[in-house]
Nanobody, 123 residues
Framework: QVHLVEHGGGLVQAGGSLQISCAAFERAFPAYGMGWFRQVPGKEREFVARIRWNSEDTYYADSVKGRFTISKDRAKDTVFLQMNDLKPEDTAVYYC????????????????WGVGIQVTVSS
């Protein structure tokens, strides 16, 4: 059982930046990939970004492309999401997730999930 722990959420003004991170614990085997998703109350969880663990491949939702960057530190089993030029519509609970096998880029399913971290962007 892999445990994912997110850090770094909070309140930021529109146009600002924030970095959130997610560390994986008790991982017995290398991940296939990791990703970030977000959810607003009353709406379905949506894909934000994904990164393959054994390559440099990264993928983004159109809504965040050019503003968000996903990266990883394999030595620390940690994935990051750098969020720039934040907008009020980016306000959500952000979830870290891990894939143990191939999944479609924008799939909102994963094998392991963090508990989520609140990101609030004020206008």
């Amino acid at each position: 059982q892999v445990h994912l722990v997110e850090h770094g959420g909070g309140l930021v003004q529109a146009g600002g930046s924030l970095q959130i991170s997610c560390a994986a614990f008790e991982r017995a085997f290398p991940a296939y990939g990791m990703g970030w998703f977000r959810q607003v109350p009353g709406k379905e969880r949506e894909f934000v970004a994904r990164i393959r663990w054994n390559s440099e491949d990264t993928y983004y939702a159109d809504s965040v492309k050019g503003r968000f960057t996903i990266s990883k530190d394999r030595a620390k089993d940690t994935v990051f999401l750098q969020m720039n030029d934040l907008k009020p519509e980016d306000t959500a609970v952000y979830y870290c997730a891990e894939d143990t096998t191939f999944r479609a880029i924008e799939s909102v399913t994963a094998d392991y999930w963090g508990v989520g971290i609140q990101v609030t962007v004020s206008s």
